[in-house]
């Protein structure tokens, strides 16, 4: 296996050869242009004293011709003369003509030799013999044209050649200086010209230097590119040689998957061949059948996530497949590389971790394993503990039949003493009880109403403290916009309920104030639920506030604790519930203080969401005036009084006249002299039990057509539903509340399903395992893909129910894919009743199971959303 | 081009001519008179200042060696002169004579069909003997520095008034 060849264009950059020839031709091309320089330079010189010698030569002529003129005209002057003489008229016509001719000659030869000498730099006495020169030529100029051929043209002529004999010396002198003067200024030029072609030779030699420093420059960076180009080498062997070796396997592909390059661990680890690879699409090679979708959308992403910025995805867990066919785990590592303007690579880095896998999967199971002894172990403690109760609160009730009897002082008090051992007895189990769920509860996220359930708690613990005179009252204040909150109802009400209780228990009499505050909700919906237990107590040692939450801390008023009793376990209890929610919990409290709890709890504003009927542990519980305004009689049995008063007050609420047993052998007495229309019987009393009860009174006697439900607390850890007993018609589960209680006496239902708007947790785990494959920003984003795929496709149903179909089905694959249980099955209905029918009308059932699909999935959604902004981690646990 | 002067309308202009027609105190008092003799082998013609206008005329600006400053000359070309006389395709050289008996000879390869010409005007007007006149042959020496040469200052004769074939 190799590296393919370099690309073109680098190849281009980099190839050295070419370098010292091209030195040498340019510095061969500099030597002919300074030979073509100095060559044009001297012909140009020598062209411009040819031109300057002409001109010379020329001016030089015409000084000369201006003597020669002068002699022409004295010449034609002395014939004249002589033809005035001695000639005829003809002669002398012809001899003044010539004169004149003569003249005009000179006269025009003296404007060519003052143009010719013309210049600003004449000296004075030069300008000033031709400005005299000047005057004599138009002196003469006004005697020529003033000959005409009579008489006295002789003298005419005398006087001419006199005055212009006079002008002998004075062009004589013109002549030599006009000379003189020409032959200076021909040498001044020279010089000038001398000057400026070595000035120019000069800036040639500076040009040619900067020349050949520009061409060592340029030899200098040919250099430094060829020794970059071997560190390139260098560094591409070393990374070729990191490739090759590595055990790590590494393919390189392009941005549709295919595969450019791979590197021998890649051949060992997927047990292709390179040629099996190359070439070849990771689809066609190494992505298993089933996970062929999920790497569509993850190609899909890459394509939709534009030009520009690199991006690292994983390490992820993936599945993988070897060319034998095996699918094997794997730990892969994406990178999204830009390699240019319009190249994106994808750089792939694989591990096998099969290894790993299965030693992680053995960890797991033992870890079930442990897990397994443990809820055995609690299962047996729960069990223990409920039984323990039973006996218990026969226990208390022979108690307090055996004080009605007259005793003595001293039996009396010992009644007492084992009144309180036992009602100690009691708490302890119920403490334990408690301490088991608040543990191992994994509870998930619903809708509810933090309101409606303190105020059943208080109204709950107003009824067992009234006995001491304790007052509880509940102030709710803040804006709440609506009654549904998400969040975790059980363990609110575990919190709320261990506060109250324990100030219930440590100020007996006194006065407890309950504090509901809803902040208002923030840009998420977050809502921070405030809540109080405020008692005028005894109050905890400041300094062993830090303490109270450990669990068996009894410490806390040692002279308290035998008053009390408990485990110890109420705050720590609450600390654990608080930080299932997320919370926080302080406490204020000193000696003769009061105490002062205060748990902060986030929730997330579920608007438009009903809260699910029941909440928690709590038993819900309104006060309320029995009255039987209806007829109907109901029994309430159960050996627990409270129990039994707080099921008697529901179905007082509910319309009910209520009667009351406390044991099974009382229930049946009863049962047998009055018609009751339903009899709610606890399964475990002491003496005669629920069931055997319910058998004898439905055997005969007054309320044999009477519907009997049994009561049973249902340990949930247990989780087992036996189901009726023969002679009871159904079973209600404590805990319920007066929904519950209702909707089972009225469709016979047992209790609906508190979740209703929770996913289910296999949903939650496929969403979650969308999440961590993606990472999550790009999961989120395919979520709300998905659900907007969904609102398309319900919103294609009215649009064009024909095209209805094919929307629904990408949108279907989406939400399988992503983890949309539901909202797949109801998309995959409506594609299929789609493509069976058109027509809008039979759809729209489908579109209604669609619809609340996807405001399920919205649901599911904004929890995540919520969950992973405020508490990354809860969606891992 | 058709010739303006015919061989046979020259001789008789010739035979009306005043002995001393070109003798007379100012050239351009008589337009009438000859101005420039031509002979070309055995053709041979007159112009008088007239008949050179009648030529098509060609006027460049220019300075030169023997005036001042930028001076605009005027006048028929050497050669559309040359033409007008009707014999210059056998004429290798002419050579050209002026008032003072000055005289150059030029190859008649040298002459163009825009230069030299036989210039009769100077700034518009005709000009006299005493101003170089009234015939320059001129060169643009402004305009091509092939001009600015010996030669071409040899040949630029002023006070023209014979050309003759060699």
């Known amino acids: ?877 | 081009m058709k010739p303006v002067v015919t061989r046979r309308s020259l001789v008789s202009m010739m035979a009306s001519l005043p002995a001393f027609a070109l003798i007379g105190q100012n050239v351009r008092a008589d337009a009438d008179a000859a101005i420039l003799s031509v002979r070309l082998n055995d053709a041979e013609a007159q112009f008088t200042d007239a008949t050179l206008s009648d030529l098509p005329q060609v006027s460049f600006s220019t300075t030169t060696l023997w005036t001042q400053g930028q001076i605009s000359f005027a006048g028929p070309t050497l050669q559309s002169v040359l033409e007008a006389t009707g014999a210059m395709q056998d004429v290798a050289a002419i050579r050209l004579t002026a008032l003072n008996d000055y005289s150059v000879t030029m190859e008649t390869a040298l002459i163009g069909p825009n230069a030299p010409i036989v210039a009769n005007r100077i700034d518009g007007a005709p000009f006299s003997v005493r101003d170089k006149g009234p015939l320059w042959i001129m060169f643009p020496f402004d305009l091509d520095i092939r001009y600015r040469s010996e030669t071409f200052y040899a040949l630029s004769i002023w006070q023209l008034s014979h050309i003759e074939s060699v």
Request: charged share 20%; glycine share 8%.
């Open chain 1, 1 to 877: 296996m190799s590296l393919p060849e370099p690309m073109g264009p680098i190849e281009g950059i980099f190839s050295p050869p070419v370098r010292s020839i091209a030195a040498r031709v340019l510095t061969a091309l500099l030597l002919a242009f300074a030979v073509i320089l100095i060559g044009t330079a001297i012909k140009l010189y020598h062209n411009i004293d040819a031109v300057r010698a002409a001109e010379s030569d020329n001016k030089v002529w015409n000084i000369v011709q201006f003597e020669v003129d002068y002699r022409d005209l004295m010449i034609a002057s002395l014939q004249a003369q002589a033809a005035a003489q001695t000639g005829t008229d003809t002669t002398i016509a012809a001899g003044v003509a010539r004169l004149r001719l003569e003249f005009d000659i000179f006269y025009s030869r003296i404007n060519a030799l003052f143009a010719t000498l013309h210049s600003s730099a004449l000296a004075p006495e030069f300008a000033a013999e031709m400005a005299q020169l000047d005057t004599a030529r138009t002196a003469l100029a006004t005697q020529v044209d003033a000959l005409s051929l009579g008489p006295e043209i002789g003298a005419s002529l005398s006087g001419f050649h006199a005055q212009a004999s006079a002008l002998n010396a004075l062009v004589r002198r013109l002549s030599v200086d006009a000379l003189q003067l020409l032959i200076i200024r021909t040498e001044d030029a020279r010089l000038q010209e001398r000057q400026l072609l070595a000035a120019m030779f000069g800036a040639s030699i500076a040009l040619i230097l900067l020349t050949i420093v520009s061409v060592a420059l340029s030899i200098r960076l040919g250099r430094n590119h060829a020794a970059a180009q071997v560190r390139i080498e260098r560094s591409t062997a070393l990374a070729k040689a990191a490739f090759e070796s590595a055990v790590t396997a590494m393919l390189i592909c392009d941005a549709d998957g295919r595969i450019l390059l791979t590197n021998p661990a890649a051949s060992e680890i997927f047990g292709h061949s390179d040629a099996d690879l190359h070439g070849h699409s990771l689809h066609e090679t190494l992505i298993p059948q089933e996970r062929l979708a999920e790497y569509r959308r993850f190609l899909r992403f890459i394509r939709a996530s534009g030009e520009g910025g690199d991006a690292t995805i994983g390490p992820v867990q993936v599945s993988a497949q070897r060319a034998s066919g095996e699918v094997f785990p794997a730990a892969v590592l994406v990178r999204i590389t830009q390699l240019d303007a319009d190249q994106r690579l994808i750089l792939v880095f694989a591990q096998d971790i099969s290894e790993q896998v299965e030693y992680e999967t053995r960890l797991q199971d033992a870890a079930d394993e442990a897990r397994r002894y443990a809820t055995a172990q609690r299962r047996f403690l729960a069990t223990m503990s409920h039984e323990l109760r039973t006996p218990l609160h026969g226990l208390r009730a022979a108690l307090d039949l055996l004080k009605r009897q007259s005793l003595s002082i001293s039996a009396r008090k010992l009644v007492e003493i084992a009144q309180q051992s036992c009602t100690h007895a009691l708490q302890q189990t119920d403490s334990a009880l408690d301490a088991i769920r608040a543990t191992h509860e994994n509870e998930a996220i619903v809708v509810f109403d933090p309101v409606r359930i303190t105020d059943d708690l208080t109204a709950e613990m107003s009824l067992i403290g009234q006995d001491d005179g304790t007052r509880i009252s509940l102030e709710v204040g803040g804006t709440r916009h609506g009654n549904g909150f998400l969040g975790r109802p059980r363990a609110f009400g575990r919190a709320m309920g261990n506060l109250i209780a324990n100030a219930t228990k440590y100020a007996p009499g006194g006065q407890i104030i309950v504090k509901l505050d809803f902040a208002p909700p923030d840009a998420a919906g977050q809502v921070m639920l405030r809540a109080e237990v405020i008692d005028d107590g005894p109050g905890i040692p400041a300094e062993r506030l830090d303490r109270i939450f450990e669990p068996f801390n009894h410490d806390l008023l040692p002279e308290q604790k035998h008053e009390s009793g408990g485990f110890g376990l109420g705050l720590s209890i609450v600390k654990q519930a608080v930080a299932v929610m997320g919370g926080d919990i302080a406490v204020q409290s000193d000696l003769g203080q009061g105490c002062h709890v205060v748990i902060t709890v986030p929730l997330i504003h579920a608007a438009g969401m009903r809260a699910a009927p029941v909440a928690a542990d709590a038993l819900p519980l309104r006060p309320a005036p029995m009255t039987g305004q209806t007829g109907r009689v109901a029994l309430v049995v159960d050996d627990a009084r409270v129990n039994c008063a707080l099921v008697a007050q529901m179905l007082g609420e509910l319309g009910y006249e209520v009667d009351t047993a406390f044991s099974g052998q009382d229930a049946v007495a009863r049962a047998a002299n009055k018609a009751y229309e339903l009899i709610l019987m606890d399964f475990y009393m002491p003496g005669l039990t629920g069931p055997e009860a319910a058998a004898r009174i439905k055997l005969a006697g007054a309320s044999a057509q009477a519907t009997i439900i049994g009561i049973t607390a249902r340990v949930d850890l247990m989780g087992s539903d036996a189901g009726a007993p023969p002679d009871m018609d159904r079973v209600l589960f404590k805990p319920f509340g007066l929904a519950e209680l209702e909707a089972c006496l009225k469709h016979g239902a047992t209790q609906p399903a508190a979740a209703d708007f929770s996913p289910s947790s296999d949903e939650m785990a496929l969403l979650r395992a969308t999440l961590e494959m993606c990472g999550d920003a790009l999961g989120m984003a395919l979520l709300h893909d998905t659900l907007g795929l969904a609102a398309q496709a319900l919103a294609e149903i009215t649009q064009d129910p024909a095209g209805c179909a094919e929307i629904a089905h990408r949108a279907a694959g989406a939400a399988m894919m992503a983890g949309f249980h539901d909202l797949g099955c109801a998309l995959r209905a409506l594609e299929q009743a789609a493509r069976a029918q058109s027509d809008a009308g039979a759809l729209a059932p489908f579109g209604d199971r669609l619809a609340s699909a996807t405001e399920k999935a919205q649901a599911t959604l904004v929890q995540i959303e919520a969950m992973q902004k405020h508490h990354p981690t809860a969606l891992v646990s």
